[in-house]
């Protein structure tokens, strides 16, 4: 009796073979969106690091705000880069649809709040964007033990069945039908396999979405914070014109 893989294989029956076929498409598949997603996750860390630190010197106390609006279209593959540039826009159109209110507190303040939203919004779709693939990833790692138990179930089905056939070598006792309980924890095997490893990446790649999530959030209020002084500093400068006119 050969008990090798290619042993095995040759001794599977229909529904075995089609199962580990299911399996393997099941591991390539898990396997090709790892691969792409590792390879997005990392350019997509590495241009928003590279945004943040060209962005740190125009909000920096004395930089340029005007300046800091451009930088997005020089990162558009970096998610940082869409999220902060949609809240930049966004204070700018407000700045200018208020016009001499801008210097309100008030105004500015619920402008600000504005801006966070839209910066939340903006943030909800890019992990939505670098989500994808993952909960393929959770589908196959959940299934994968059951598909290969549903061949393993089979497999015990047909061990038992030429077990009870005397024409087929039953009354042997387990050496008759040692083939086919190996077939059917065979299934098993691989299903676990296949789930083992999915699991891992789907384990990887929900932590590198949390760890740029927190990223964005990080950079989103230390913007907001930013604006919020160089608004302060706006409205400051109207009330100093006109005190310095007046007599």
Known sequence: MDFSLLGLWNQMGMVARVVVLIL??????????????????????????????ALQ????????LAEASGLPERF????LARVIGTGLGEFEQGVAELGSAASDSVELELLLHGVERSME?????????LSRGLPVLATISSSAPFVGLFGTVFGIITA?????????GGGGGLATVSAGIAEALLTTAVGLAVAIVTVWFYNFFTTKLDQLGALIDD?????????MRHG????????????????
């Open 24 to 53: 393997l498409a099941m591991s390539a598949y898990s396997i090709a969106i790892a691969l792409e997603r590792f390879f997005t996750f990392r350019k997509s860390r590495e241009r928003s690091l590279g945004f943040i630190a």
């Open 57 to 64: 010197p125009h909000l920096a106390a004395n930089g340029k």
């Open 76 to 79: 558009k593959d970096a998610p």
């Open 121 to 129: 919004r903006a943030k909800k779709r890019e992990l939505m964007g």
């Open 160 to 168: 038992f069945q030429h077990m009870a056939d005397p024409s087929k």
């Open 219 to 227: 950079a989103s209020g230390e913007l907001a914070e930013r604006l």
């Open 232 to 247: 302060k500093r706006r409205a400051g400068s109207p009330r100093v014109s006109e005190d310095a006119v007046k007599p």
